[in-house]
């Protein structure tokens, strides 16, 4: 069974930093590309970041460049987004996703076959 699960999101101060990962199970992540997405409310979702092992990895928001960074852990099946210098417009939710049917990157959220539940990150003094 595929499963992605976000964690690490929470309240922190405009500067601040925070980690969060995607736990993944069902499939392992040397197959898979994984995008994190972010949804603001009352805005649609759009891309941040993708890894995979073709296209390395990508990042598709310019705000979040030198900011945001993707990685991830074979041994423990999991992605992270670390995110740093965070601002008030980095606050909504933020979701990973596997695309499995080609393993590449893309930042079209329409793309990607998988979806965790999502994690809230708010960035407010």
């Known amino acids: 069974q595929v499963q992605l699960v976000e964690s690490g999101g929470g309240l922190v101060q405009p500067g601040g930093s925070l980690r969060l990962s995607c736990a993944a199970s069902g499939f392992t992540l040397d197959y898979v590309a994984i995008g994190w997405f972010r949804q603001a409310p009352g805005k649609e979702r759009e891309g941040v970041s993708c890894?995979?092992?073709?296209?390395?990895?990508?990042n598709y928001d310019d705000s979040a460049k030198g900011r945001f960074a993707i990685s991830r852990d074979n041994a423990k099946n999991t992605v992270y987004l670390q995110m740093n210098s965070l601002k008030p417009e980095d606050t909504a939710v933020y979701y990973c996703?596997?695309?499995?049917?080609?393993?590449?990157?893309?930042?079209?959220?329409?793309?990607?076959?998988?979806w965790g539940q999502g994690t809230q990150v708010t960035v407010s003094s």
């Open positions: 996703a596997a695309r499995r049917r080609d393993a590449r990157c893309y930042s079209q959220y329409g793309l990607y076959e998988d």
């Open positions: 890894i995979s092992s073709s296209d390395g990895t990508l």
